[in-house]
């Protein structure tokens, strides 16, 4: 009789264990191939401006994000080889809510248009430079927090006149850490002066504010439409869009080309995260080639490539450009 009762509360002892299992929300997160959607038939340029048609096809590639990640689903997503489970911290990181994240992703998909628009009509041949510095994020628990904020107009550092981030950058990096900083800032319709302290990122003099250059209108009217993708990570997809578009010459060549990559000012290439993920989505979509970011090539080492995809690494646009004009001239994969 002792060993039935025994036996009989081990087993509801089990069933409650699995039971709560099923409701245990892990610290991790799971990325999953996202949508990938041709950038050519998004460009809108308006003003007269000849645009032109491709045959080919311009994928910018994305990553789902699960984060409602249960015990038994995390047994299915280990055996699925193309999901990833992930530091929950890696996407969302700690302090920050999901609504803060989701503001971040779609302030960095702006700011990616906006950027492969000057880039590229740089790369067309037009002269566009920077007219103002904005401040685009304020880091937590950093000496600016409290002191600048999130669209501050930054017109001066210790009484020089900038109009550029590189500018306020090297102004800041002049000082040690421990030194303060004049700005004179622009917030809202008031201008005044803001003294922050200098900290130190790695051992190199900071503040804590992430800057955004701001340029005056394009002298072409270039729109991007996307929905319900966030991030900076279709920059180098955008760029080679706008250039394509504005050029008589088909960069795609009829071919399938998908790509990732955040893209600077300066044309390099940013790596980003969830490439491997990305990969999956560019195949399905019946890409053949894939442009990586150069330093995204550990990420994909040892990873499952997809049959009938090729990768090129990408360390800047014109590295990409080369590439598409001449697919056999020295290109590298990872």
């Known amino acids: 009789m ?64 699960d984060d409602d990640v249960r015990f038994y689903e995390a047994l299915l997503d280990f055996a699925n080889r193309d999901v990833q489970l992930r530091p929950r911290t890696e996407v969302f990181p700690e302090g920050e809510t999901s609504d803060e994240v989701d503001r971040r992703n779609v302030a960095d ?23 103002g510095v904005e401040v685009d994020d304020v880091v937590a628990g950093t000496p600016a927090a409290g002191r600048l904020e999130t669209g501050d107009l930054i017109l001066a550092v210790d009484g020089h006149a900038v109009t550029s981030t590189d500018q306020v950058r090297t102004a800041i990096t002049r000082h040690r850490v421990g030194d303060r900083v004049d700005f004179r800032v622009e917030r809202g319709k008031t201008r005044s002066a803001v003294r922050v302290q200098v900290g130190a990122v790695e051992g190199e003099p900071r503040v804590g504010v992430v800057l955004r250059d701001r340029f005056p209108a394009p002298p072409v009217e270039v729109t991007i439409e996307t929905e319900n993708i966030g991030g900076p990570s279709a920059g180098l997809i955008f760029t080679l869009a706008i250039i394509d578009r504005l050029s008589a010459e088909d960069l795609t060549g009829g071919r399938r080309i998908a790509g990732t990559g955040e893209i600077a000012l300066d044309g390099e ?45 990408v360390a800047t646009v014109d590295d990409a450009l080369r590439f598409l004009r001449q697919p056999a001239a020295g290109a590298t994969g990872c």
């Open 109 to 131: 998909m702006v700011n990616s248009k906006s950027t492969a628009t000057v880039v590229a009509l740089r790369e067309l041949g037009y002269s566009i430079e920077p007219s």
């Open 269 to 313: 290439v940013l790596p980003i995260g969830g490439v491997v993920e990305k990969l999956v989505a560019a195949r399905r979509q019946g890409a053949t080639v894939f442009l990586v970011p150069r330093d995204n090539c550990p990420d994909i080492r040892g990873a499952r490539i997809p049959a009938g995809l090729r990768v090129v690494q």
């Open 2 to 65: 002792r060993q039935r009762v025994t036996a009989s509360v081990g087993v509801v002892a089990l069933v409650a264990v699995v039971f709560a299992l099923n409701f245990y929300r892990l610290p991790v997160v799971a990325l999953t191939p996202g949508p990938a959607e041709d950038v050519l038939t998004r460009v809108k340029v308006r003003g007269g401006t000849p645009v032109y048609d491709s045959k080919g096809r311009l994928y910018l590639t994305s990553v789902g994000i």
